[in-house]
């Protein structure tokens, strides 16, 4: 039972990333099966290894790849074959043959380039040039050839295929905030019905949710720098950042739900419970129509309706008239709560925090 939500979690954020990756893992098979016919059938190379391996690495399974990055893949996937080749054809293989091939491509990739994925690829590709046979290579350059054309494959299927950088950073942002929401629920159906069962699983799921919030900050900053290099996307910029923003501000969300599912485990069963958990079920809403804006960039507006009416209900006295010191120490957990998932929507910090009746 402890571990069930935990592995439910775990379930979900799992075939989330699957259906996020499963185009980009299409085209990139697409792309390394076609780089190892041209390279097989085009060029004769009986066992063109670099031609699929060079296009898997320059595409790879990342939903918001860009052609700068897909380029500095494929050139350091070159850069390293080519100088691997040509050094073992000179001075053969060995330890020593290794970390000279190694030490000079990652030199070589720094002269040329800036980009760090670049070094590290031309460092690994030397490396494997040298410890792999070169049978059926076809002459000096016949894996650098190889290499090529993977990484030209790569960079056609990346050119034909532009990937808005929104779509990954919105899918994951609305993933995240419908894991805040189901977390709310769970805790409203524990608040309602006075099992504290539920709320000990609403804060597991809280818990197990962790690495999709970051997915989320991670995706938008990917996104963001991305927009920046790309001259069809910079007009999204302003969009991309305020999903950063937003990413942190849901963490605080979620943190603060945590703390409200610990605290209300204790008082499950009070009475005067009951009215706090159509309070949360409003925040739940909230969070839920937040979770739907932000998967297509539509407007906030029904998510700040939602929100405002579940702050105008947070009164720690209208929801404990009889003063009970737990449940009105929950309100005010709540209140930091709504408080944060309004910003999360978009609204300014003091107009979130006026929404609040005063106390």
């Given at each position: 039972m402890r571990f069930g939500p935990e592995l439910a979690a775990r379930a979900r954020q799992g075939w989330a990333r699957v259906?996020?990756?499963?185009?980009?893992?299409?085209?990139?098979?697409?792309?390394?099966?076609g780089a190892y016919a041209i390279a097989r059938y085009g060029l004769g190379h009986p066992k063109p290894f670099f031609a699929p391996v060079a296009a898997w690495i320059a595409l790879g399974f990342s939903a918001d790849r860009n052609l700068r990055r897909v380029a500095e893949l494929a050139i350091g996937v070159a850069i390293g074959v080519l100088a691997g080749d040509q050094l073992v054809h000179r001075i053969g293989t060995g330890a020593i043959q290794v970390a000279v091939v190694l030490a000079l491509a990652v030199l070589l990739a720094r002269l040329l380039d800036r980009g760090d994925l670049l070094a590290v690829q031309a460092g690994v590709q030397a490396m494997i040039v040298v410890v792999?046979?070169?049978?059926?290579?076809?002459?000096?350059v016949g894996?650098?050839?190889?290499?090529?054309?993977?990484?030209?494959?790569?960079?056609?299927?990346?050119?034909?295929?532009?990937?808005?950088p929104r779509r990954r950073a919105r899918s994951v942002a609305e993933e995240a905030m419908t894991e805040i929401a189901e977390v709310l629920g769970a805790l409203a159906?524990?608040?309602?019905?006075?099992?504290?069962a539920l709320a000990r699983q609403a804060l597991l799921r809280g818990r197990?949710?962790?690495?999709?919030?970051?997915?989320?900050?991670?995706?938008?900053?990917?996104?963001?720098?991305a927009a920046r290099l790309s001259p069809a996307f910079r007009r999204h910029r302003d969009e991309l950042a305020a999903l950063v923003a937003a990413a942190t501000l849901a963490d605080r969300a979620m943190r603060n739900a945590r703390v409200l599912a610990r605290r209300a485990e204790s008082v499950a069963g009070d009475e005067d419970v009951a009215a706090l958990a159509e309070v949360v079920e409003l925040a739940r809403r909230g969070a839920q129509e937040t979770a739907a804006a932000l998967s297509t960039g539509a407007g906030?507006?029904?998510?700040?309706?939602?929100?405002?009416?579940?702050?105008?209900?947070?009164?720690?006295?209208?929801?404990?008239?009889?003063?009970?010191?737990?449940v009105q120490g929950l309100v005010l957990l709540l209140r930091s709560l709504v408080v944060d998932l309004a910003e999360t929507a978009g609204v300014e910090p003091e107009a979130a925090r006026?929404?609040?009746?005063?106390?």
């Open positions: 259906r996020r990756a499963a185009v980009p893992v299409a085209l990139a098979s697409v792309g390394a099966g792999l046979p070169a049978s059926g290579a076809g002459g000096p894996r650098w050839l190889d290499a090529a054309v993977g990484g030209l494959v790569a960079l056609v299927i990346a050119a034909l295929t532009p990937q808005d159906q524990g608040l309602r019905t006075g099992d504290p197990a949710s962790q690495p999709v919030l970051d997915a989320w900050h991670a995706a938008a900053v990917s996104a963001r720098q906030t507006g029904a998510a700040v309706r939602t929100l405002a009416r579940a702050a105008e209900q947070s009164d720690p006295w209208h929801l404990a008239p009889g003063g009970d010191l737990h006026a929404m609040l009746p005063e106390i």
